[in-house]
């Protein structure tokens, strides 16, 4: 009996992907440095020597735009869908669904560059694509990991989505809204996003540096409970007025309010203890901006002689926004890379550098006589900080892991 011989079939293995695309950290952490950089110096670049600068209305608001919706919402995705992957025990989005989802935030920053020159559809289909591409992959993820506990944080994403759609559409004169009260709101719902997840993991990790460093005989972080609730609740009617009060001054109020609730809520964080370990300090550090860019913008509405709005706002955005990316971001990368837990001299000059110009920036409202000078100083040490943080952090971004990854201590 004659048996057919079966065919041989050698297939080649798939290639794994290039380490860049195997953590949504890497590419979008990566793009949120490079885009903090560019987004002031062609601005300033534009101010001082006439250079061409995008618009969206204006090139202040282009400016605006792409610091808040552009290098937040890079920072946002990265850490977000890296923290899912730990959260619910699922692989982390990678490869050509990673892809996508970078290509999503290319696109949206070529549609607020061209935002003067194109469709206002066209505008908003590619400037919203990434925050909706975001929603749909980590609303997918949670989902199937059964971890619904952290689908709320889809629905303050869905409002900075919601925010973007009504900046564009505004600052281009399709509607009558004020930008400056969308952009505010905006900034406002990325800081509750911040004291939602920072009131998660800074306690999380105090917790376990003081277990590991034999600090048990010290009280311990407070870990999230109610009272973290009504710090963020009032926070969320603070983020209500100030769309729907129009003398800003209830509004300003509330912001006080919330910015001495945080005070209080970080003091529950024992981060006096966390000296020894900058890696830990610099989340508290970070965090500071929080209560104390909430209290100068609250006294800014209540007293806009004292100084204006748009000053004091950047106690939330260069402060709170900038530093918690450095801090989250720099971590992250360390322990998903499989390196040690150290913070590095770049990370810290970076750190020390945006959270000193943001102290300078925040001078720059109420100086006269030295504007410009501080102006310049506040801006120098922005671009400078972001230059040591690519210097230090491309590499770790670009390259392999070193060995197995840390998670993110997160439910």
Same mark, same amino acid.
């Given at each position: ?57 204006? $090139? ?9 919706? /552009? ?17 619910? &025990? ?38 919203? /694509? ?8 980590? $609303?997918?993820?949670?989902?199937? $990991? ?151 913008? &609250? ?113």
């Amino acid at each position: 009996m004659n048996a057919k011989a079966s065919p041989i079939l050698i297939t080649e293995p798939a290639r794994p992907p290039h380490p860049f695309w195997s953590g949504a950290f890497r590419p979008l952490f990566l793009l949120a440095g490079i885009l903090a950089i560019v987004g002031v110096v062609w601005w300033v670049a534009g101010m001082a020597h006439g250079l061409p600068t995008p618009t969206m209305g204006s $090139g202040a608001w282009w400016h605006g735009h792409e610091m808040i919706f /552009g290098f937040g919402g890079a920072a946002i995705g990265g850490f977000l869908l890296t923290a899912i992957a730990n959260w619910t &025990g699922r692989p982390p989005i990678a490869g050509r669904l990673l892809m996508v989802l970078t290509a999503t935030w290319l696109i949206a920053r070529l549609a607020a560059g061209f935002a003067d020159h194109l469709p206002l559809v066209l505008i908003l289909i590619g400037g919203l /694509g990434y925050f909706i591409t975001l929603m749909a992959i980590a $609303g997918r993820e949670l989902i199937q $990991g059964r971890n619904h506990r952290n689908l709320v944080i889809l629905g303050l994403i869905g409002l900075i989505t919601l925010m973007d759609g009504l900046f564009i559409v505004s600052t281009l004169g399709a509607i009558t809204l004020d930008p400056m009260v969308i952009y505010q709101t905006a900034i406002l719902v990325i800081v509750l996003l911040i004291g939602l997840i920072g009131g998660r993991i800074i306690p999380a990790f105090t917790r376990n540096w003081m277990q590991r460093d034999g600090m048990m005989h010290l009280p311990m972080p407070v870990m999230f409970n109610k009272f973290d609730g009504v710090c963020l609740a009032v926070l969320t009617i603070a983020i209500a007025l100030n769309l729907f009060d129009p003398t800003r001054q209830i509004a300003g109020i509330a912001l006080l309010l919330a910015g001495v609730l945080h005070v209080i809520r970080m003091a529950r964080w024992r981060g006096i203890y966390t000296w020894r370990d900058p890696l830990v300090a610099i989340l508290h550090l970070a965090y500071l901006w929080v209560p104390v860019g909430l209290i100068v913008l &609250g006294i800014a509405m209540l007293a806009p002689d004292v100084m204006a709005a748009r000053d004091a706002l950047h106690g939330l955005t260069g402060g709170a926004m900038a530093c918690m990316i450095l801090a989250i971001g720099g971590r992250a990368a360390l322990g998903h890379t499989g390196r040690d837990l150290r913070a590095s001299p770049a990370l810290l000059i970076a750190f020390g550098a945006i959270w000193i110009g943001t102290v300078l920036r925040l001078l720059v409202g109420i100086s006269t006589d030295y504007y410009m000078v501080i102006l310049a100083a506040a801006t120098l040490l922005w671009i400078g900080g972001w230059i040591a943080f690519l210097i230090g952090y491309a590499p770790v971004l670009w390259g392999p892991a070193r060995q197995k990854s840390r998670g993110i201590p997160v439910r």
